[in-house]
């Protein structure tokens, strides 16, 4: 999402029943013709969704290949080295996406890059850090 010349990252997730747990991150419901009544959420307050961020970025995957058409966007997870210590680790998700909003000054594990066009050019950002 753009505005004021500045891009937002909204990541959300679709589900066919409502998530309890993160009520407060209900972003919406909708229709769909075939499926029914479908629930969205801020992704971040979706357990599934963040434990296939921590995958993806653990095992330096990339995103499903959903698209029957051209793709607008890829995401590329680091790969991270285990640590000891790894239970305890959170990933941050980058909300504003100028290369100056990404948290933490420490060195992080991994990272989550995401890679699209826009008009004033290719764009290349981190999405998502695990520290």
Do not use: C, F
């Not at 959300?12 to 029943?17: D, E, H, I, Q, V």
């Not at 959170?90 to 989550?112: E, F, I, K, M």
């Amino acid at each position: 999402m753009r505005s004021a010349g500045v891009t937002y990252q909204v990541p959300l997730t679709y589900r066919s029943a409502p998530l309890d747990e993160a009520a407060d991150a209900l972003v919406g419901t909708m229709e769909h013709s075939v499926l029914g009544t479908r629930y969205t959420y801020d992704a971040v307050a979706d357990p599934v969704y963040v434990v296939e961020l921590l995958r993806v970025i653990h095992e330096g995957d990339t995103e499903a290949d959903l698209s029957r058409g051209e793709k607008s966007m890829t995401v590329e997870g680091s790969g991270i080295v285990l640590v000891s210590n790894a239970a305890g680790e959170s990933a941050r998700l980058v909300r504003v996406l100028d290369g100056s909003h990404v948290p933490g000054t420490r060195q992080p594990l991994g990272t989550l890059t995401g890679k699209w066009a826009e008009e004033s050019g290719d764009q290349e950002q981190v999405l998502a850090v695990i520290r």
